[in-house]
């Protein structure tokens, strides 16, 4: 992989990192503030308090997940090591 490929494959990475951040904190505002008006309980707590808390947590998981496994690429950043592999 030219040093270029692996630059683009950086940007990408952090691109969709940031896009996951910002769908992260949308879901955190939706699932606390948003359901802050439903009745309900979970284990004695209120609803938007057990989603915006334990959904977040899960949801995040969820969110690497789809990163590590679609987007993230593993690859040599050491040009030594790299020039090795070739010989």
Known sequence: MSEYEKYQQIKREARWTGLALFVLILFWLLA???LSGLPG???GMPLW???SSVGVW???ILLVK???SL???DMELDEEKEAKQHE
């Open 49 to 51: 308090a057990v989603t």
């Open 66 to 68: 789809l990163l590590t």
């Open 58 to 60: 899960f949801f995040a």
């Open 41 to 43: 309980e979970v284990l």
């Open 32 to 34: 606390g503030f948003g």
């Open 71 to 73: 987007v993230f690429q």
